[in-house]
């Protein structure tokens, strides 16, 4: 249940930016909205390692590993979207990526 409610709130929160992010993007262009969704899906994920830490649900010398990973798999995670950008739901789903990446890098022992 741990680790469920991690990638939950991650996944949650990295998907509002990316959203917000293309929203802002789009307004210069579609470049511009894939540029906006990578930018705000970045600071929110970063965000809500920090969120998580202050909560205590991850390990705060766990951070950097936790961000690597969620990178990684927001890497994943946006290549997915945009292969699958006809079918709405996809591109949130994937988004889960990040949560099970920022497990992953810091190690399933770091969730508390």
């Known amino acids: 249940m741990r680790h ?6 991650i996944w949650i929160i990295t998907a509002t930016g990316a959203f917000a992010g293309s929203i802002a993007g789009s307004a210069f ?6 540029v906006g969704a990578m930018v705000g899906g970045t600071l929110a994920l970063l965000g ?4 998580v830490a202050a909560f205590g649900w991850l390990d705060a010398d766990r951070q950097r590993g936790g961000a690597i990973g969620g990178l990684v798999g ?6 997915l979207a945009v292969m699958h950008l006809q079918d709405p739901i996809i591109p949130v789903l994937v988004v ?3 949560g ?6 810091a190690g399933p022992g770091a969730v508390r």
């Open 29 to 34: 262009g579609r470049k511009a909205l894939f």
């Open 96 to 98: 889960s990526l990040a």
């Open 48 to 51: 809500a390692i920090r969120l």
């Open 74 to 79: 927001f890497g994943f995670a946006s290549t």
């Open 4 to 9: 469920a409610r991690l990638v939950l709130l």
């Open 100 to 105: 099970v990446g920022v497990i992953l890098g």
